[in-house]
């Protein structure tokens, strides 16, 4: 095993042969690889059970018990119940007998890429709100659009996004939006994982409010376990107070998370503090969200001031940070991933909605997090390669509630992962296999999406949803759905 620095730039020792073994395998000295003799009943050759899926001849991206990232090379995966029993080396896997085999020659394996805060429907408004300030794609453009909405209208936006983010790689997305029904039924059809919520506005009544909560009790561990599920008020300013303070108490009573908009960029901080007093992570702070497990969209306005709070915060709290969109609409500041850090707050990548983002590439949330993170700080080592996998791939995953589950391609992890073909000239020659993976590779360069264990896509055909169909039935639906002629919108940017 090549063993890359990590999270923290440090290097690991490699192991004795670069590889993990399957824990149990006989040996041909008799010993069990720990000094003692295996009993005689295991050392006749029984037959094993076949596995659901082998996955040989690829490098293979491991964490070591210090999260450092590295590669074990000519590697094979090997995968039972959803769940990756092991992972060793193309020889140990060449006999062992599997219901399926992916060889993998030329390809890397990678954690399934996770989409920490994204609007999948908002994919059917893609192009149609550009170039301007916040406060007018809001008001203008997508809020008015947005009353238009209909449940088939967000069915088809989460398919046509679930089918790009498969082809993308993206195994897990976090989801904020209406009409969720829909979209849960869409991730169970596909084979996706999800963190999904029900998003609501103060000026929706309580009802909004708990339209949320009936939909996360009603869809928590759903699609065998694939989607849990959030509370989900849509940010500060748009939900008062009261409302803030009520989701914190459910969150608590029923044990969920809570998922929303916050210090999205500096200007609604200024605006926060000069009619409040108090900043969004404030606001947060004196309604008990940041009592809960919380997952914070974007944080770009995020104050020096606020860092303590979010130290202090009585639940887990993680920022989900989407750099594409902000360079897009000019924001001065970006999610201040290194004090984050420095605190032991998980920031996963996102995308946003591609309405505001035009994509749901997470490789390009990666690649631009490691390059404005660089620029910001004036420091060419910060973020480095293998910190950005970092951040894809362990923290994304505890972003999102699911650290013990995702996010890592080891015995006892959901087999959640994707094949990466390396071999074109535009990842060619490798000489940081990190680097090629974060600078180089594209969406486009992903071949195999695995969610579960189970083959969402293989050689870039999808498996599980019918792409021309929705395509060709959303344009049909596209005239009505874009129509602003009738001068409403379902809420009001002013911050």
Not at 134 to 148: A, M
Not at 351 to 376: F, H, P, Y
């Amino acid at each position: 095993m090549d063993k890359e620095d990590g999270a923290d730039g440090a290097d690991g020792a490699d192991g004795a042969d670069g590889m993990d073994r399957e824990g149990g395998v006989d040996r041909a000295d008799g010993t069990d690889g720990t000094g003692g003799r295996t009993p005689a009943a295991t050392t006749r050759a029984t037959p094993e059970p076949p596995a659901d899926l082998v996955i040989t001849g690829c490098a293979v991206l491991t964490h070591d018990d210090q999260e450092r990232i590295g590669f074990a090379h000519d590697a094979a995966i090997v995968v039972r119940d959803g769940v990756v029993e092991s992972v060793t080396s193309a020889g140990a896997a060449e006999g062992r007998a599997a219901r399926e085999r992916i060889d993998a020659r030329g390809q890397v394996a990678l954690p399934g890429l996770i989409n920490c805060h994204t609007h999948a429907p908002m994919v059917a408004l893609r192009g149609l709100a550009e170039d301007l300030p916040t406060e007018e794609w809001f008001n203008d453009v997508v809020w008015p659009v947005e009353s238009n909405l209909t449940e088939r209208d967000v069915e088809l936006g989460a398919r046509l996004a679930c089918a790009e983010m498969i082809r993308g790689g993206v195994t897990c997305f976090a989801d904020h939006y209406f009409a969720m029904d829909a979209v849960a039924a869409v991730v169970a059809e596909c084979g996706m994982r999800a963190l999904l919520g029900e998003a609501y506005f103060s000026s929706q009544g309580p009802r909004g409010r708990e339209r949320s909560l009936e939909f996360a009790l009603r869809h928590r561990g759903s699609a065998g376990g694939r989607i849990t599920t959030a509370l989900a008020p849509h940010a500060p300013y748009t939900v008062d107070d009261a409302d803030l303070a009520a989701t914190a108490e459910l969150a608590r009573a029923h044990g969920l998370p809570v998922h929303l908009h916050a210090a999205e960029n500096r200007d609604q901080t200024d605006t926060s503090l000069a009619r409040h007093g108090v900043t969004p992570i404030q606001v947060l702070d004196r309604t008990g969200i940041l009592d809960t497990d919380v997952l914070i969209a974007h944080g770009t306005g995020i104050l020096d001031r606020d860092l303590p709070l979010l130290e202090r915060a009585g639940g887990r709290t993680a920022v989900a940070t989407a750099p594409r969109g902000y360079l897009k609409f000019a924001w001065p500041t970006t999610t201040p991933v290194r004090a984050l850090r420095d605190l032991g707050i998980p920031v996963g990548l996102a995308t946003d909605g591609a309405a505001s983002n035009n994509s749901l590439d997470v490789w390009e949330a990666m690649a631009l997090t490691s390059l404005i993170q660089k620029s910001t700080e004036g420091d060419p080592r910060w973020l480095t390669s293998r910190q950005a996998l970092h951040h894809a791939t362990l923290q994304s995953a505890r972003a999102v509630g699911l650290g013990e589950d995702i996010g890592g391609i080891a015995p006892g992890r959901r087999a959640d992962l994707v094949l990466v073909d390396l071999t074109g000239p535009h990842t060619r020659p490798v000489h940081d296999l990190a680097a090629t993976l974060v600078h180089s590779a594209r969406a486009a360069d992903v071949r195999t999406t695995i969610v579960d264990g189970r083959i969402l896509m293989r050689d870039r055909r999808l498996l599980t949803l019918d792409l021309p169909a929705v395509v060709r039935e959303l344009e049909e639906r596209l005239p009505a759905l874009v129509d602003r002629g009738h001068g409403r919108r379902i809420q009001e940017y002013d911050t």
